[in-house]
T-cell receptor
């Protein structure tokens, strides 16, 4: 069964304190791995897509990496406005459609 | 910047009533998805459309849920009758095509069933 597990469930950081979020996955065949940011009461906002092991992408203070079994979202010198829930999702080749399979998310709180 | 539109943003209803949600995808996007997100969980697929055709509705509770995309553009998701367990955020997403295309999400409809 295709599955995505995110850890930790919640993470509290001080402003400027760098850290990483983990996303481990098991899929029959990986078409792509996606990271989204979700603010309370809003829809997910797209951050990155990774397609193959070894790939990395960066955007401002965020950097996403991918291995054959997991992905990391590294947050460098976070600011309070980075506080949100970060969702990881995979698109698997063995399913009928192309829907995303999501993890439960990591809720990040950054205090000043 | 083009966005996925959804309405209403909030809906409160009593159990056994009918509710309907509307989604207008980004112009030119052929693929449309409806997801349901329970508080504290990730979104889960209800139904996927490619143009006006259903691609995957294996997780749609067909005894009470229905979805349509008649002209291959906007879409409606209906629940009849609503149950207490249907309280959730209903999210619409669209992508240019199938495959590993980025899915862009709308703001969602928060449904509360009393």
């Amino acid at each position: 069964e295709d599955q995505v597990t995110q850890s930790p469930e919640a993470l509290r950081l001080q402003e400027g304190e760098s850290s990483s979020l983990n996303c481990s996955y098991t899929v029959s065949g990986l078409r792509g791995l996606f990271w989204y940011r979700q603010d309370p009461g809003k829809g997910p906002e797209f951050l990155f897509t990774l397609y193959s092991a070894g790939e990395e992408k960066e955007k401002e203070r965020l950097k996403a990496t991918l291995t054959k079994k997991e992905s990391f979202l590294h947050i460098t010198a976070p600011k309070p406005e980075d506080s949100a829930t970060y969702l990881c999702a995979v698109q698997a080749s063995g399913q009928a459609g192309t829907a995303l399979i999501f993890g439960k998310g990591t809720t990040l709180s950054v205090s000043s | 910047e083009a966005e996925v539109a959804q309405s209403p943003r909030y809906k409160i209803t009593e159990k056994s009533q009918a509710v309907a949600f509307w989604c207008d995808p980004i112009s030119g996007h052929a693929t449309l998805y409806w997801y349901r997100q329970i508080l504290g969980q990730g979104p889960e697929l209800l139904v996927q459309f490619q143009d006006e055709s259903v691609v995957d509705d294996s997780q749609l509770p067909k005894d009470r849920f229905s979805a349509e995309r008649l002209k291959g553009v906007d879409s409606t998701l209906k629940i009849q009758p609503a149950e207490l367990g249907d309280s959730a955020m209903y999210l619409c997403a669209s992508s240019y095509d199938r495959g590993a295309d980025t899915q862009y999400f709308g703001p969602g409809t928060r449904l509360t069933v009393l």
